[in-house]
């Protein structure tokens, strides 16, 4: 598998740490205390009233945008989704963060191995009933390697594949009804594993 992506949602939030000011935001805060340093010549009970006003200016408007904020955050998963929804959140989608580990089975187990047939880690077909999905899980005890995950029915894209460091890792799903192919990598120094799962190699 050449081209090895990472979900986006694995990868690390970015930004500073919000207790440091630098640039603009230093600029800002030193405007911010000229004014309270010159609020000793403005009367005590003027702070008051803008506090006041700010306040039930708040409660006004957050009281009248319920519906946005219900548009914008959706408690539906792939375990809950209706039948129509399902494949906008159970097709490429992280199986943990979608509820679908709550009943997941492994219905299958593969060796990775080298081209000598030495064994390096272990692949593992997933399979959640309530969500109809399907994924792949690999690991390794080998320290020191890199497990690589894919799934071709997702394309090429970053949601096809993943690649860690952790000696273990798990695939996005694919929601079908039919088991799809799946490939687990493991690489390290001087080591070069795969192993591949279809359903045509173990149906009955």
């Known amino acids: 598998m050449n081209d090895q992506t990472i979900f986006p ?25 000229l004014v309270w340093q010159r609020m000793g010549s403005i009367p005590r009970w003027l702070p ?27 408690l539906e998963t792939c375990a809950n989704a209706p039948a129509q929804d399902k494949i906008k959140f159970c097709s490429g989608t992280d199986p943990m963060q979608q509820g679908c580990t709550a009943d997941a089975k492994t219905l299958f187990t593969t060796a990775v191995k080298t081209r000598d047939q030495k064994l390096v880690g272990w692949a593992q077909e997933r399979h959640s009933q309530a969500c109809g999905t399907y994924w792949v ?25 993943y690649v860690s460091n952790a000696q273990s ?3 996005n799903m694919v929601y079908t009804p039919i088991d799809p192919a799946m490939v687990v990598q493991v690489n390290g120094p001087h080591i070069f594993g795969i192993a591949t799962i279809d359903a045509s190699e173990y149906a009955a």
Do not use: C, E, W
């Open 137 to 161: 899980r690999g690991y390794t005890s080998i320290p020191n390697t890199q497990v690589s995950v894919y799934m071709p029915d997702l394309g090429k894209d970053a949601n096809a594949s």
């Open 9 to 33: 949602s694995t990868l690390p939030l970015q930004g500073g740490s919000p207790s440091r000011a630098t640039g603009k935001g230093r600029n800002q805060l030193k405007s911010f205390s």
């Open 48 to 74: 008051i009233v803008l506090l006041a006003t700010v306040v039930l200016a708040g409660l006004f408007f957050g009281t009248t945008h319920t519906s946005f904020a219900k548009a914008t955050f959706s």
């Open 169 to 171: 890792a798990y695939s």
